[in-house]
């Protein structure tokens, strides 16, 4: 039996998606009011996504007035199997009918045991071998300050390089390392301070002019120089983090080669690299964690999203010679969370045994063809790029002056109206990137051929009505 064929039998109970043909439309409900009326003015995808949401199964959810939409937005990147995919459940189940303890700050468990083995299993024997973990706070962005710390702590540096167009969450810390302005101009000043930034191999867009092999040796030459450059006025940094593919950047995957350089001259400098795999981990990419696509191996590995089998959870996976924090170092009172335990290992288990990773890699590129199909009759779709199943297409106007690399440019104005296109006819799709320019793809890993299928037809649909509208 394929991978796909048994995929599919396994969420023969889906909910069935809506008409192709059917468009909604958007009236506030009384549970989005209040919303609007009680929630922090912080409130982001409500604004985009104007649903109330009341069930949900495999890719698809269903609001309180009983409209079915495909989810690509899946949690962020969260949901690897999907919304309340059979073994999550049945890990819950379990959990609640053995009494097990549902908080133990970070007191060990059996279920927090297995969970750590699982992991390590899946981690290259490079790492696995030599592997400390630490429990964090349930989210991304705190997993991220634990590896500023740890790194600063082993080595007694504190400057951290990081990327334009990073994104590492919201909190002061993690703040202080994004590549985008907007969400730190209110600010003033940040509480992160010795953050350098460096360009990231953004291929189509390429901060050289560049681009191709030649855009990703004078990258890696910069990078080299700042390093050893006695004049380049930048102190030995402590770390170097990144993102084997930038998500909320506007999925912009790095080149395999540059990965491969980058762990070179950090390894040579005596300093530590941390690649976040919040969003790029357990699968979506195509190989378990995006940077072993460059076969590297780093020192540091920030986990959550989808680590949690869609529970919040999040870990800092590190190579042992960085374990030289004092007790009590870094904590948080929900770092012992037995069902996301529970669930993540089941999750990791599923991905394992039915080689979901292969069976991302073949949708991915199935979406990829339907997308540069619908570029021949769509020249506002400038790139197509992305690994596995995290894919974005960046749109832009063809009728723009040129960069120097000849692409025309971001055509953000288009970008939400595709969004809602999409949304009228059942398809949640994110956007991201510069200016919001970018259409973001992170449908459940275990979607099928029919649904990647109807996904493209959809987004096809929406584009004619987008761009007819203009």
């Not at 069935?16 to 009236?27: S, W």
């Amino acid at each position: 039996m394929s991978v796909a064929t048994s995929l599919v039998q396994d969420q023969s109970a889906r909910v069935a998606p809506a008409p192709a043909e059917t468009l909604y439309q958007f009236n506030e409900s009384p549970l989005l009011a209040r919303q609007t009326r009680q929630e922090s003015n912080a409130r982001s995808y409500p604004r985009r996504i104007p649903l109330a949401l009341k069930r949900a199964k495999g890719i698809y959810v269903e609001d309180v007035e009983g409209r079915r939409f495909i989810d690509c937005l899946a949690g962020a990147g969260t949901l690897a199997l999907g919304h309340n995919h059979a073994v999550v459940i049945e890990a819950i189940r379990q959990v609640l009918a053995d009494e097990l303890p549902l908080h133990t700050l970070d007191l060990t468990t059996p279920v927090k045991d297995q969970f750590v083995q699982d992991l390590f299993a899946l981690l290259p024997q490079g790492l696995a071998g030599e592997a400390k973990i630490q429990f964090c706070g349930p989210t991304g962005t705190d997993a991220v300050e634990a590896a500023l710390k740890l790194v600063r702590t082993a080595t007694g540096r504190s400057t951290v390089l990081s990327f334009q167009g990073g994104y590492h969450g919201m909190s002061q810390g993690a703040l202080s390392l994004m590549g985008s302005l907007a969400p730190k101009k209110p600010m003033a000043a940040l509480l992160g301070s010795g953050v350098q930034f460096m360009p990231y191999p953004y291929d189509y867009r390429c901060p050289f002019g560049l681009g191709g092999a030649q855009g990703v040796k004078v990258n890696l030459s910069y990078l080299e120089n700042l390093l050893s450059d006695p004049e380049a006025g930048v102190q030995l940094p402590a770390a170097v983090i990144v993102e084997a593919v930038q998500g909320e950047g506007g999925v912009i995957p790095a080149d395999l080669d540059w990965l491969r350089g980058l762990r070179r001259i950090t390894e040579k400098a005596g300093v530590a690299l941390i690649v976040d795999e919040i969003q790029s981990g357990f699968g979506r990419t195509g190989r378990m964690f995006a940077f072993e696509h460059a076969g590297i191996i780093p020192d540091v590995v920030v986990m959550s999203k989808a680590i949690g089998g869609s529970l919040p959870l999040a870990v800092v996976v590190y190579r042992d010679w960085l374990d030289t924090w004092l007790p009590g170092a870094h904590a948080g009172t929900f770092r012992g969370n037995q069902m996301a335990m529970a669930a993540g290992s089941a999750v990791m288990r599923y991905l394992t045994e039915h080689r979901v990773c292969e069976h991302a890699t073949a949708m991915g590129e199935r979406l990829g063809e339907h997308l540069r199909i619908l570029q021949r009759d769509f020249p506002q779709l400038g790139d197509i790029r992305g690994r596995g199943l995290m894919l974005g297409v960046e749109l832009v106007d063809p009728s723009g002056v040129p960069d120097a690399q000849g692409h025309p440019p971001i055509f953000a104005r288009l970008a939400p109206l595709v969004q809602r296109e999409c949304l009228k006819r059942g398809l949640i799709l994110e956007l991201g990137g510069r200016h919001g320019g970018v259409v973001r793809f992170l449908p459940p890993l275990v979607i099928t051929c029919g649904e990647i299928d109807q996904v493209a037809e959809i987004f096809g649909r929406a584009m004619a009505a987008a761009t007819a509208s203009l």
